[in-house]
Nanobody, 119 residues
Framework: QVQLVESGGGLVQAGGSLRLSCAAS????????LGWDRQAAGKQRESVAA???????NYADAVKGRFTISRDNVKNTVYLQMNSLKPEDTGTYYC?????????????WGQGTQVTVSS
């Protein structure tokens, strides 16, 4: 059973920084994508950033130049360094893990960590 455990959320003033971490454990394919999604109150969940086990990275346009995603394949941990935070970055941030086994695709999320940016 896969577990994703996030940490690092909190309250920060606009312009500040936070670093989120997510440790993945359990059984899953080594060829996978770890990422971060977020959901603001009353809005749909959206993808923020993702990194494959091969190192390919994608960012949402809204966070490009401010957020940096990275991963440690030995520790199965993904990080999200968030700089120059804005009030609109407020939301619950979910770690995600995507992988495929044979013909079945799997996607799982952690419990979420709250990020609140005050103006």
């Amino acid at each position: 059973q896969v577990q994703l455990v996030e940490s690092g959320g909190g309250l920060v003033q606009a312009g500040g920084s936070l670093r989120l971490s997510c440790a993945a454990s359990g059984r899953f394919a080594s060829d996978n994508t770890l990422g971060w999604d977020r959901q603001a109150a009353g809005k749909q969940r959206e993808s923020v950033a993702a990194v494959t086990s091969g190192g390919n990275i994608n960012y949402a346009d809204a966070v490009k130049g401010r957020f940096t995603i990275s991963r440690d394949n030995v520790k199965n941990t993904v990080y999200l360094q968030m700089n120059s935070l804005k009030p609109e970055d407020t939301g619950t941030y979910y770690c995600s893990l995507k992988y495929q086994e044979q013909i079945t695709e799997y996607e799982q999320w952690g419990q979420g960590t709250q990020v609140t940016v005050s103006s």
